[in-house]
């Protein structure tokens, strides 16, 4: 699934290169996704489990593809600890198990990506 993710992300960045914000990365690789029938939620609440409290603290993850595959999305200059420390956090929360840290803010996209799995 991530090689059917990272394609749609590809295919993204080769058309609209580095410099937008953020969200509007988020839109084109979800209508990405939804052109290859690739189920995704976008902007996923990722509420906190303490103890037997939850916390809805107003955390999203960026997309979740297949209830399986989360992606956290970024359009820095470049990647800091505190993204891939963002990542792992939001794959515990959700009990998710692979994550894709996708920074779109680069002149090639395979300086952009982090894969993580738990």
């Known amino acids: 699934m991530t090689e059917r993710i990272l394609g749609a992300a590809f295919?993204?960045?080769?058309?609209?290169?580095?410099?937008?914000?953020?969200?509007?990365?988020?839109?084109?690789l979800c209508y990405e996704l939804e052109q290859q029938g690739i189920a995704h939620e976008k902007q996923v609440e990722v509420p906190i489990l303490y103890k037997d409290f939850t916390l809805g603290c107003g955390f999203r993850a960026d997309v979740i593809v297949q209830h399986a595959v989360l992606l956290e999305l970024k359009a820095v200059k470049q990647i800091e600890l505190i993204h891939e420390a963002q990542l792992l956090t939001y794959l515990k929360l959700t009990g998710l198990r692979v994550g894709l840290l996708i920074n779109f803010n680069v002149s090639a996209l395979k300086h952009g990506i982090i894969r993580r799995a738990l």
């Open 11 to 28: 295919d993204v960045h080769t058309a609209l290169g580095p410099g937008l914000l953020e969200s509007a990365y988020e839109r084109c």
